[in-house]
């Protein structure tokens, strides 16, 4: 096996932890929605949409063969952790996420075993090469800043022969969040804060994950309009509109531009290496293996780590590190309503009514579609919720 390879460039790490952790601490975000929100629940939505993820694993039904380790990078608060340990329990559950708000989170959920979580960049993941028999990463690589950079350290941390499950929104399809923020590119801004990239379509994550080194094992599309149905629609039409919709998926063709989930299951190529010992914790300035104590972690090389009040070891930057960016970053400076804010909402107004009028002649075929293979069906309501 190769040596350990070079950390990349770590030093936006810190920078993308304080935005993040300042995004989830902001609430006002998810009320807006909520009676959307609350609805997409009860219909079924989130089952369905987990159901997908996990089935892309291909758990043996019982779970009893599984061994070894599963990573979930951006873990968040650890739902998506603890279903699949449910399903795979021969597996130890590890998971990195850059917010130490939803790692607390995660900490304090219940859990079937023990998680071993830490805060960490998904560009500078405190593992070891080949650490991990599996990898999951629902609706996280949209998020960063250079995707290349993110799939070559998931590349590096799973074992030759590992899977990895990756989900992401389809920015191929029709849903007026993906149209604005190509607007928004047109007229030379950034489409949303954190990421949040909508923009980039299944061939563009072929491409990517090809150039990781991964193998494109099989590609499921779900959540027909789905943000239309929860930003856009009144609640109360998500019941009847997501079991008109949601078969569509099933139709060849049409889930490219219906469907507003995309997710992949991803094989590092290679002969199957048997499961190890547990995954090696490592440095994420020198990736010499790491040490931990009570106050955090620290390498052979004099890089030190502490644990945040929440309880995980924040590996996003080290102890007297100097501020990433010089002292203080800027916050970038939000942009000011004009005439290009104006003309991008009157846009957006438009091609909501077009996605609409779109939308409405394919409710038929969606029906018939339904009549063969209803989704909902195969999953109960409350399987995965959390
Ligand atoms: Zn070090």
Not at 56 to 59: G, P
Not at 189 to 192: P, Q, V
Not at 213 to 216: L, N
Not at 231 to 238: E, F, H, I, R, T
């Given at each position: 096996m190769a040596g350990p390879t070079a950390p990349p460039d770590r030093a936006s790490g810190a920078q993308y932890r304080d935005r993040s952790e300042a995004l989830h601490r902001d609430t006002t975000v998810h009320q807006r929605n909520y009676d959307n929100l609350v609805m997409f629940s009860a219909c079924g939505y989130n089952s369905l949409i987990r159901d997908d993820f996990y089935r892309?694993?291909?758990?043996a039904p019982d779970g009893g063969e599984r061994r070894g380790s599963l990573l979930?990078?951006?873990?968040?608060?650890?739902v998506d952790l603890i279903n699949l340990g449910r399903l795979a329990p021969g597996m130890a559950l590890y998971g990195v996420d850059v917010s130490s708000v939803l790692l607390g989170q995660a900490l304090q959920r219940p859990s079937p075993r023990p998680l071993s979580v830490h805060q960490a960049a998904l560009e500078a993941i405190p593992f070891a090469d080949a650490s991990f028999d599996a990898i999951a990463s629902h609706e996280?690589?949209?998020?960063?800043?250079d995707p290349a950079v993110v799939l070559a350290e998931l590349f590096r941390v799973l074992k030759p022969g590992g899977v990895a499950v990756i989900a992401t929104p389809?920015?191929?399809?029709?849903?007026s969040e993906h149209l604005r923020q190509r607007l928004a590119r047109l007229m030379g801004?950034?489409?949303?804060p954190v990421g949040?990239?909508?923009?980039?379509t299944p061939g563009f994550w072929r491409r990517e994950f090809a150039r990781a080194?991964?193998?494109?094992e099989r590609q499921v599309f779900d959540a027909a309009a789905i943000e239309f149905q929860t930003?856009?629609?009144?609640?109360?039409?998500?019941p009847w509109l997501g079991r008109c919709l949601e078969?569509?998926?099933?139709?060849p063709g049409l889930g490219l531009l219906v469907c507003d989930r995309v997710k992949f299951r991803l094989l590092k190529p290679g002969m199957a290496v048997p499961a190890a010992a547990a995954p090696v914790a490592c440095c994420t300035v020198c990736r010499a293996p790491v040490t931990f104590t009570d106050e955090g972690a620290h390498c052979g090389n004099g890089h030190r780590f502490i644990r945040t009040s929440a309880g995980p070891v924040d590996f996003t930057e080290p102890v007297g590190a100097a501020p990433a960016g010089g002292a203080a970053a800027p916050t970038p400076a939000a942009p000011q309503p004009g005439w290009a804010f104006q003309l991008e909402r009157w846009l957006r107004r438009a091609a909501i009514l077009a996605y609409a009028a779109w939308l409405l002649p394919l409710l038929p075929l969606g029906l018939l579609a339904g009549l063969r293979h209803q989704p909902f069906d195969h999953v109960a309501k409350d399987a995965w919720n959390p």
């Open positions: 892309l694993f291909d758990f979930d990078a951006g873990c968040g608060s650890g996280v690589v949209e998020h960063v800043e389809n920015g191929a399809s029709l849903w801004r950034r489409g949303a949040a990239d909508h923009t980039r080194g991964f193998v494109v930003y856009v629609a009144p609640a109360a039409w998500m078969p569509l998926r099933a139709v």
